[in-house]
T-cell receptor, first 110, second 110 residues
Framework: GEDVEQSLFLSVREGDSSVINCTYT??????LYWYKQEPGAGLQLLTY?????DMKQDQRLTVLLNKKDKHLSLRIADTQTGDSAIYFC??????????FGGGTRVLVKP | DAMVIQNPRYQVTQFGKPVTLSCSQT?????MYWYQQKSSQAPKLLFH???????NEADTPDNFQSRRPNTSFCFLDIRSPGLGDAAMYLC?????????FGPGTRLTVL
C-alpha cells in the first residue's frame, strides 16, 4: 500500500519561510493534500494539488509537486506564531482512501 | 457554519462499557470516514461509507462498528473499549473534492 513519510520537526523564526517536505510511494496518487492540526483540534484543510500540476500558490502557501521523485512540499511565506502546529501531508490514490504522513511539528520562534 | 459536526467533543467511558460517537454533516457528501488518531501519530482509517456501501479496513478491530442511517449521520460504536482505544476520533466527509474533517471526539477510557 501507500507509504507517506515526513520529517518530524521544523523550527523556524517568525517572518522567515518554512518548507515542509513529504515523500510518497504510489505513483498513481491523484490528489495530494496538506492539513494543519492545532493542539486538541481536528484537521484543517490548507490546500491541495492535483497530480497533473507542478505548483499551486494560495496566498502565503506554495505547494510544489515533483511526480518523478514522488516529492511534495509546502512552503509557508512570512511564517507567523499562529502557524505553529502539526502539518500532515495526505495522499489519495485509487478509491477513496486517504493515507497520511506522520506529521511535521512546526515551531515558530519569535 | 460548521459543516462536519462531531458529538460529543470529549467522551469519558469505563473499560468495557460500550460507547457511541456521532458525526453529522451539512454538506450532503456521499463519502463519510472514521479515523482514529493516537497522540502524536498520523490519523488511521478505520472504515468509510460510500453512500450506504460500507468499507472496512483490514486491520480495524472487530470491537469497532459503524452505522450510517442516512446521508447526514454516521456513528462509531465501540463495543468494549479498552485502554488502548483512548484516542481522538475524527470524522471526515467528501464528494468530488477534498475531504473535510470535523473537530474530533477525544475518548478517554478509565
Amino acid at each position: 500500500g501507500e507509504d507517506v513519510e515526513q520529517s518530524l520537526f521544523l523550527s523556524v523564526r517568525e517572518g522567515d519561510s518554512s518548507v515542509i517536505n513529504c515523500t510518497y510511494t504510489d505513483s498513481s496518487s491523484t490528489y495530494l493534500y496538506w492539513y494543519k492540526q492545532e493542539p486538541g483540534a481536528g484537521l484543517q484543510l490548507l490546500t491541495y494539488i492535483f497530480s497533473n500540476m507542478d505548483m499551486k500558490q494560495d496566498q502565503r502557501l506554495t505547494v510544489l509537486l515533483n511526480k518523478k521523485d514522488k516529492h511534495l512540499s509546502l512552503r509557508i511565506a512570512d511564517t507567523q506564531t499562529g502557524d505553529s502546529a502539526i502539518y500532515f501531508c495526505a495522499v489519495k490514490a485509487a478509491g477513496n482512501k486517504l493515507t497520511f504522513g506522520g506529521g511535521t511539528r512546526v515551531l515558530v520562534k519569535p | 457554519d460548521a459543516m462536519v459536526i462531531q458529538n460529543p467533543r470529549y467522551q469519558v467511558t469505563q473499560f468495557g462499557k460500550p460507547v457511541t460517537l456521532s458525526c453529522s454533516q451539512t454538506l450532503n457528501h456521499n463519502v463519510m470516514y472514521w479515523y482514529q488518531q493516537k497522540s502524536s501519530q498520523a490519523p488511521k482509517l478505520l472504515f468509510h461509507y460510500y453512500d450506504k456501501d460500507f468499507n472496512n479496513e483490514a486491520d480495524t478491530p472487530d470491537n469497532f462498528q459503524s452505522r450510517r442511517p442516512n446521508t447526514s449521520f454516521c456513528f462509531l460504536d465501540i463495543r468494549s473499549p479498552g485502554l488502548g482505544d483512548a484516542a481522538m476520533y475524527l470524522c471526515a466527509t467528501q464528494n468530488e473534492g477534498s475531504p473535510y474533517f470535523g473537530p474530533g471526539t477525544r475518548l478517554t477510557v478509565l
